[in-house]
Every structure is written in structure tokens, then in C-alpha cells.
């Protein structure tokens, strides 16, 4: 089955170019995102770490993310205010289940700040609080600690993003076997 994609809604690898929108657009998000150097961003660029949303053909949002392992952690999520709700950060979190199913990691992790109205956006997306911790470095934040199962929300209908995922799985016939030209193509699930 082919991939419906709209090209302005695709989600792709951050460049270099997106450096300015990532790094601006964290810093609207300080309070939920944290804080990393223009250096460490540019790092995580670089690592093709960072994915970018896109609405009417512009950057419209980002996620940021660890190294492939079994376990992969967010670390960075922001959608544009104006384009908040428009199931961009599904998009983007769909991009990093691919990812995650296709190098058969079997959890994706994240912190999030006790109190931010996103702890319901990774609740609707099938993540299960383990529990709230001191998190956020030196400032000793209360955050929620969130954990998805990647072989559940796969396949778990329910989750708003797992039948488009199991279309793509299914062409692939099973994690590992889904080129990385494939996990960027098809992060569409508009
Ligand atoms: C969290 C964030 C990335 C979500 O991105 P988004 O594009 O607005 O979310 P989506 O439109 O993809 O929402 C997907 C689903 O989650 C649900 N959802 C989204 N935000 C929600 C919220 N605050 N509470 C409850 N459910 C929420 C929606 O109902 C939606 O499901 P539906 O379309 O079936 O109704 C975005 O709101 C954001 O950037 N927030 C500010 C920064 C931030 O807090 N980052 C996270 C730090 S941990």
C-alpha cells in the first residue's frame, strides 16, 4: 500500500539549515524543554538525532532524541504554538516509534515537567507514567517519567498512530528489515 504522503507535511532530518528554527524554538519552550548549547544542538544535528514537522512547507516543529539503543530516550520535544494540535507531534513521535521498531529497541523513554498540559499528549499516545522523580539536571525538577513499550503501541489500534505504523511494519515484514530510506519516507501519517 502506497504511503498517501503530503509533501508539506512531511517529517524529515534536521540539517544544518534548521539549526535557527530548533534553537528559537526551544527557547519559546524553555520551561518544558530545558536547555542545550547552540553546540550541542548543532551536535545532535549532526548525529541526525533532531526530526522537523513541517505545516504549508515550513519548520513547524522538532523532536531530539539519544542514540540508538534498546532503550531510545526523547529529550526535546516543541511544536509551534500555532501549529500545536494539528497531530504534528504524532507525526514526529511516529518518525521515532520507526526508528525504534526498525533497530528492535523495545522502549522509548522521556522526562517530562510535573504540571505541563503535555504530560496528557504522551498519556493519549500510549506511554505509561513509571512513576514522578527529580529529574531536570542541578534544578532538582519533579518530572514525570513516561515509557512506551514499542512492541505494544504497535500494535495497539487504539493509539492514534498505530494502524498508519503497522502499514509501514507490515511492508517491511519486521523491525530491522526497514531501510532508512523508508523510516524518513514514511513518517507520514497525516
Ligand atoms: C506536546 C506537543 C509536542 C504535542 O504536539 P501537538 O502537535 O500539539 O500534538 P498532536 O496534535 O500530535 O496531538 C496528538 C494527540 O495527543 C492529544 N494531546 C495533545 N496535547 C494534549 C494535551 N495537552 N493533553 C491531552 N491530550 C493531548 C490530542 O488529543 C491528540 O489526539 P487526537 O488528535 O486523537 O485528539 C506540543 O503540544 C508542544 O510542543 N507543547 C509545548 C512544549 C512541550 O511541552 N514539550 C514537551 C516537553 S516534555
Known amino acids: 500500500m502506497g504511503c ?36 550541542a544542538l548543532d551536535a545532535y544535528v549532526r548525529r541526525q538525532r533532531v526530526t522537523i514537522a513541517h505545516e504549508n512547507g515550513d519548520p513547524c516543529g522538532y523532536f531530539l532524541t539519544g542514540a540508538d539503543a534498546s532503550s531510545i530516550r526523547i529529550f526535546q520535544a516543541a511544536v509551534h504554538q500555532d501549529a500545536q494540535g494539528l497531530r504534528h507531534g504524532i507525526d514526529l513521535l511516529g518518525g521515532v ?22 504530560n496528557g499528549f504522551w498519556s493519549a499516545c500510549g506511554f505509561e507514567s513509571r512513576g514522578l522523580i527529580f529529574g531536570g539536571g542541578s534544578r532538582r525538577r519533579l518530572v514525570h517519567s513516561w515509557a512506551l513499550n514499542v512492541r505494544d503501541a504497535v500494535r495497539n489500534p487504539s493509539l492514534p498512530y498505530a494502524r498508519r505504523l503497522l502499514e509501514s511494519l507490515t511492508r517491511g515484514t519486521a523491525p530491522g528489515k526497514i531501510s532508512p530510506e523508508e523510516r524518513t519516507a514514511e513518517s507520514c501519517y497525516a
Not at 517529517?11 to 530545558?34: S, Y
Open 4 to 39: 498517501v504522503m503530503n509533501p508539506d507535511r512531511r517529517v524529515t532530518l534536521a540539517t544544518t539549515h534548521d539549526l535557527n528554527f530548533v534553537a528559537d524554538l526551544a527557547t519559546k519552550h524553555a520551561d518544558a524543554v530545558g536547555f542545550l548549547t547552540r553546540t
Open 97 to 118: 516509534i520507526i526508528r525504534a521498531a526498525a533497530i528492535g529497541a523495545s522502549r522509548i523513554t522521556l522526562h517530562c515537567r510535573d504540571g505541563l498540559a503535555s
